[in-house]
T-cell receptor, first 114, second 113 residues
Framework: GAGVSQSPSNKVTEKGKDVELRCDPISGHTALYWYRQSLGQGLEFLIYFQGNSAPDKSGLPSDRFSAERTGGSVSTLTIQRTQQEDSAVYLC????????????FGSGTRLTVV | GQQVMQIPQYQHVQEGEDFTTYCNSSTTLSNIQWYKQRPGGHPVFLIQLVKSGEVKKQKRLTFQFGEAKKNSSLHITATQTTDVGTYFCAGRGSGGSNYKLTFGKGTLLTVNP
């Protein structure tokens, strides 16, 4: 596609439920990133997929968070047993792999845990 | 781990005034990027700086990368209402093949017409 696509755009869930957030990167972009942005805050790194290498999971805040990337394309971020502090906008970005490329962000998924 | 600090957190200016945001990294960077996020939008890539002391211009925007490759600045001349948004710097660590960016917390610019 022309851009990074994320779905759903909004998600309201009850505390304790599991949620799945989807990211469809730009075709040909081998690097995919998940970031989290709380209201009025900066971007908190979560996880990075780079080609066929093992993902960098160093930013995942707890073991309730996991992500996978199937076939080097679509990625799913799963949050289990959601808590109110998980409420945020989850941003996915993709880029060509290498040190010289900027990110293209999706429009994000706004997650609200009630 | 790597930290990127950005100041100020907020800046309110009158239209026509200049604006500058500053970025400092705790470690030497291989490169630094700048992004703009409009209210309600997502970050959009503006530019990348790679070389020590590099200066790049985009119309009224001037970007600088420090000699030590640990700091950077974005200067906007004669702000317009279209400049409103949050400006983020983001740095890549030097060495290795991990290309993830560490973002600063951003500077929210508001412009009074």
């Amino acid at each position: 596609g022309a851009g990074v696509s994320q779905s759903p755009s909004n998600k309201v869930t009850e505390k304790g439920k599991d949620v799945e957030l989807r990211c469809d990167p730009i075709s040909g972009h081998t690097a995919l990133y998940w970031y989290r942005q709380s209201l009025g805050q900066g971007l908190e790194f979560l996880i990075y997929f780079q080609g066929n290498s093992a993902p960098d999971k160093s930013g995942l805040p707890s073991d309730r968070f996991s992500a996978e990337r199937t076939g080097g394309s679509v990625s799913t971020l799963t949050i289990q047993r959601t808590q109110q502090e998980d409420s945020a906008v989850y941003l996915c970005a993709s880029s060509r792999d290498g040190p010289s490329y900027g990110y293209t962000f999706g429009s994000g998924t706004r997650l609200t845990v009630v | 781990g790597q930290q990127v600090m950005q100041i100020p957190q907020y800046q309110h200016v009158q239209e026509g005034e200049d604006f500058t945001t500053y970025c400092n990294s705790s470690t030497t960077l291989s490169n630094i990027q700048w992004y703009k996020q409009r209210p309600g939008g997502h970050p959009v890539f503006l530019i990348q700086l790679v070389k020590s002391g590099e200066v790049k211009k985009q119309k009224r925007l001037t970007f600088q990368f420090g000699e030590a490759k640990k700091n950077s600045s974005l200067h906007i001349t004669a702000t317009q209402t279209t400049d409103v948004g949050t400006y983020f710097c983001a740095g890549r660590g030097s060495g290795g093949s991990n290309y993830k960016l560490t973002f600063g917390k951003g500077t929210l610019l508001t412009v009074n017409p």
